[in-house]
């Protein structure tokens, strides 16, 4: 049983002129979370958004995923801006993909955490940092790969988020850790650190149709969670495990296939929950995806 449930939004979320920052979060390893970063933002990227993709997880899978090379390019993480050391916008780089930018990771993030946690301010300082970069208006959307912990720098991207994207495998343990990451949020909305976050969505990850249990699972979260359900599913798929190999996205490594397929309508679903109706960049709309 899922608990804790967050306050519904009644309203439907306008987006202003100004950069959203979306963490995709969730504490529990191996849901599909760098994954969705990664191929959401691509996917807004090829529907004509400007997205920043910042990789928070010292693994730096977000980061070769998208075909950047993590080895050599610690002095590009967001390690220093963290520290005020230097700007956000020192450390952004193109990616190979038209619209996606990226803020790298490295091993450094994972010594960054101790050395923010003996500061009073830890919490706010990346919530801080993208508040003044918001005045830029350089991108559209900001995607926060998050790491699978609930550490210093899981906490600062809760408090930093505008809204919480959740990935959640289709398997009975994804919803202890759902309730889990429900509780954080509300912790984080009470404690003042970021009093109007709100959990945007939920997306179901390694869906099998064939099986009980995916279509068991779903319908548990969408007793509790019938608003920030997202009706696309992403499939179980061989295809999507490869392509971070080869440095690609989905997109890119398999373009007709089912998992692709699903994140583009991941992104159009997104979009349109945003109120953006921009037309899919050569993307085939199906209803295989969707339960």
Not at 188 to 193: H, L, P, V
Not at 220 to 225: P, S, T
């Amino acid at each position: 049983m899922v608990c804790g449930v967050l306050h519904q939004r009644k309203n439907p979320i306008i987006v202003e002129n100004r950069m959203k920052i979306i963490a995709i979060a969730n504490q529990k390893g191996g849901v599909g979370k760098t994954t969705t970063a990664i191929n959401l933002s691509a996917g807004l990227a090829q529907r004509q958004q400007r997205v920043l993709l910042i990789d928070l997880d010292p693994q730096a899978n977000a980061t070769s995923g998208v075909g950047h090379e993590a080895d050599g390019y610690d002095d590009d993480t967001i390690y220093h801006p963290l520290l005020g050391e230097c700007g956000l916008a020192e450390k952004i780089v193109p990616s190979r993909i038209e619209n996606l930018s990226l803020i790298p990771s490295g091993m450094d993030l994972a010594g960054v955490e101790i050395e923010l946690a003996r500061m009073d301010d830890h919490l706010v300082r990346l919530r801080k940092l993208l508040a003044d970069y918001k005045q830029h208006n350089q991108f559209d959307f900001c995607i926060l790969d998050t790491p699978p912990s609930l550490g210093v720098l899981m906490t600062s991207a809760l408090a930093a988020a505008d809204e919480i994207l959740i990935p959640l495998q289709c398997e009975w343990f994804g919803l202890e850790g759902l309730a889990k990451i429900v509780q954080v949020i509300e912790q984080i909305r009470e404690t003042g650190a970021n009093p109007q976050i709100t959990l945007e969505g939920i997306l179901m990850t390694m869906y099998d149709g064939r099986t009980n249990l995916s279509r068991q699972v779903v319908e548990e979260v969408a007793n509790y969670f019938p608003a920030q359900l997202y009706k696309t599913v992403i499939p179980r798929s061989i295809r999507i495990g490869e392509a971070p190999s080869h440095g690609k996205t989905i997109f890119e490594h398999d373009p007709s296939g089912n998992a692709s397929i699903a994140y583009g309508n991941a992104a159009d679903e997104f979009l349109t929950r945003h109120n953006i109706f921009a037309p899919p960049s050569g993307a085939v709309s199906t209803n295989t995806t969707s339960v």
